[in-house]
Nanobody
Framework: QVQLVESGGGLVQAGGSLRLSCAAS????????MGWFRQAPGKERDFVAAITWNGANKYYADSVKGRFTISRDNAKNTVYLQMSSLKPEDTAVYYC????????????????????WGQGTQVTVSS
């Protein structure tokens, strides 16, 4: 069992930056692939980024590539999402998720692949 708690959301102007954190409970954090998703009002939950257990492989949605960076610190049981050059269309609730140990992150773009989810943190980007 893994419990996930996101933090770091807030209100930011377009062009600004935020860093989201997701703290995980349990001693097996390093065995999980971690992902970030987002959901805007009235829309489906969309993939943002994923990172393999050792951080060696990462994958991003085209919409955030070059602006967002996913990373993890297994010693701290935490995964991060550094968001830069934010746009109003990035406004959403951001969720972190834990999924099975795999070697390539591009296979982890579907929400159904993940076993555990946090409750989300709101990110609002004003124009």
């Amino acid at each position: 069992q893994v419990q996930l708690v996101e933090s770091g959301g807030g209100l930011v102007q377009a062009g600004g930056s935020l860093r989201l954190s997701c703290a995980a409970s349990g001693r097996t954090f390093s065995r999980y692939t971690m992902g970030w998703f987002r959901q805007a009002p009235g829309k489906e939950r969309d993939f943002v980024a994923a990172i393999t257990w050792n951080g060696a492989n990462k994958y991003y949605a085209d919409s955030v590539k070059g602006r967002f960076t996913i990373s993890r610190d297994n010693a701290k049981n935490t995964v991060y999402l550094q968001m830069s050059s934010l746009k109003p269309e990035d406004t959403a609730v951001y969720y972190c998720a834990a999924g099975p140990l795999i070697s390539v992150a591009y296979t982890m773009t579907e929400p159904k692949r993940y076993d555990y989810w946090g409750q989300g943190t709101q990110v609002t980007v004003s124009s």
